[in-house]
């Protein structure tokens, strides 16, 4: 099951999970993305059939792993009204996640152990930029001050103080990381679903509130 734009009966999926549980998402990487030329004894794979091939193939992270070992990103667009998107993709089992970035220097494959991921800048910085947010909590703040100084917890939610709220892709990894980290369901599926819904609103785009360049 997926997220897809079907073309010609063709589906270009965002998304998608197999009956195994093992599931996939492209980003947007603009000015980052690099795709290749085709090359020989390797698996010649464009970008947009990427999802459907590691899913049709691999019921595992670790699979796909071995998988992406002989992998070449071809550059070849769908068509000329539907070149490639330039992209990063987030793989996840029931027990861990990894990121799959075509760079200029080649693939890289990274463990994700925050099991999150949104558009550009590249993994690694937002590996990095997740640092600077390791002191939010769910509880009261304990003052960092002198003792004399007088400082109370004047609401709830002050540990989280300094949780980005703007809509740049590094400040929703760091919200959907956090909200993630936190969040707790009752044992049953409708509950389950229902908080994995409110986990993507924290992260939503109200529509007019961000303007692109194209207006």
Not at 117 to 140: C, D, K, R, V, W
Not at 168 to 174: D, E
């Amino acid at each position: 099951i997926g997220m897809a734009c079907v073309i010609n009966d063709i589906p270009l999926y965002f998304e998608a999970t197999n009956e195994m549980g093992l599931s996939m998402a492209g980003l947007n990487f603009p000015e980052n993305a690099v795709y290749n030329g085709f090359a020989e004894g390797k698996d010649n794979v464009t970008p947009f059939e990427l999802i459907p091939w590691i899913l049709s193939k691999c019921s595992s992270v670790g699979e796909v792993k071995s998988l992406l070992k002989k992998i070449n990103l071809v550059n070849i667009d769908f068509s000329k009204e539907l070149p490639l998107s330039p992209l990063h993709w987030m793989v996840s089992d029931r027990k861990c996640s990894i990121v799959v970035e075509a760079l200029k220097d080649g693939l890289k494959i990274y463990d994700n152990p925050f099991e999150v991921l949104t558009n550009n800048p590249p993994f690694e910085f937002h590996q990095m930029n997740a640092s600077n947010y390791m002191g939010l909590s769910i509880g009261e703040v304990v003052s960092q001050f002198k003792d004399n100084i007088p400082m109370k917890n004047y609401s709830l939610g002050l540990g989280a103080l300094g949780l980005p709220g703007d809509f740049s892709s590094a400040s929703r990894f760091i919200r959907a990381l956090f909200v993630k980290e936190h969040s707790i369901s009752e044992k049953n599926e409708k509950s389950n679903v229902n908080q994995f819904f409110h986990i993507l609103n924290s992260v939503a785009m109200p529509k007019g509130c961000i303007l692109a360049e194209n207006g």
